[in-house]
């Protein structure tokens, strides 16, 4: 089965809003990354967060991590119409690095 | 070059025929993988490679793929006997152990 399970599944937001999404995982890990697709092809790498991390930023995104409930956020800030796209988190846990779980995403629609 | 690179971008295959999937990682990059991704699915680990350390290819779906990773750097996916449920976008990614993992453009595969 999955390690990460993104939620919502879906979202559609207008331009400038704010946009969060959600993702959780079973077991411990060690790394948990975040990616975004365009159009079903490559996967461009937003952020990593280690375990031992508990927020980073990166521009307009901020990821959050809670270990104790195995669960992580996204949030871009005033989206744009270029945040159009599946977002996916993946997780690699302890003796399995390089095998990163993904869940299946959230499509993100962001509207002018 | 700056990125992981793959090729072919396209490919269409008649169901029986074999195909190969390149990939050029990162320079310097010693851990490379495969992942696939079929339409509107998450992504599935293939395999992974690490220095000179033996794959892991816990991922491979059959038999009739195989991969090899040559001088430590570029790598092949070999699909032999293609069937129309190998359709799927092929993905390449390269790291540096214990860090952030970069995905290329991806190789989409179609079986007809």
């Known amino acids: 089965s999955q390690q990460g399970e993104e939620d919502p599944q879906a979202l559609s937001i207008q331009e400038g809003e704010n946009a969060t999404m959600n993702c959780s995982y079973k077991t411990s890990i060690n790394n948990l990354q975040w990616y975004r697709q365009n159009s079903g092809r490559g996967l461009v790498h937003l952020i990593l967060i280690r375990s031992n991390e508990r927020e980073k930023h990166s521009g307009r995104l901020r990821v959050t991590l809670d270990t104790s409930k195995k669960s992580s956020s996204l949030l871009i800030t005033a989206s744009r119409a270029a945040d159009t796209a599946s977002y996916f988190c993946?997780?690699?846990?302890?003796?399995?690095?390089?095998?990163?779980?993904f869940g299946a995403g959230t499509q993100v629609v962001v509207t002018p | 070059g700056a990125g992981v690179s793959q090729s072919p971008s396209n490919k269409v295959t008649e169901k029986g025929k074999d195909v190969e999937l390149r990939c050029d990682p990162i320079?310097?990059?010693?851990?490379l993988y495969w992942y696939r991704q079929s339409l509107g699915q998450g992504l599935e680990f293939l395999i992974y490679?690490?220095?000179?350390?033996?794959?892991?290819k816990s991922g491979l779906p059959s038999d009739r793929f195989s991969a090899e990773r040559t001088g430590g750097s570029v790598s092949t996916l070999t699909i032999q006997r293609t069937q129309q449920e190998d359709s799927a976008v092929y993905l390449c990614a390269s790291s540096l152990l214990g860090n952030t993992i970069y995905f290329g453009e991806g190789s989409w595969l179609t079986v007809v």
């Open positions: 490679f690490q220095g000179n350390s033996a794959p892991d």
């Open positions: 993946a997780t690699d846990y302890p003796d399995s690095w390089g095998k990163l779980q």
């Open positions: 320079s310097g990059h010693t851990a």
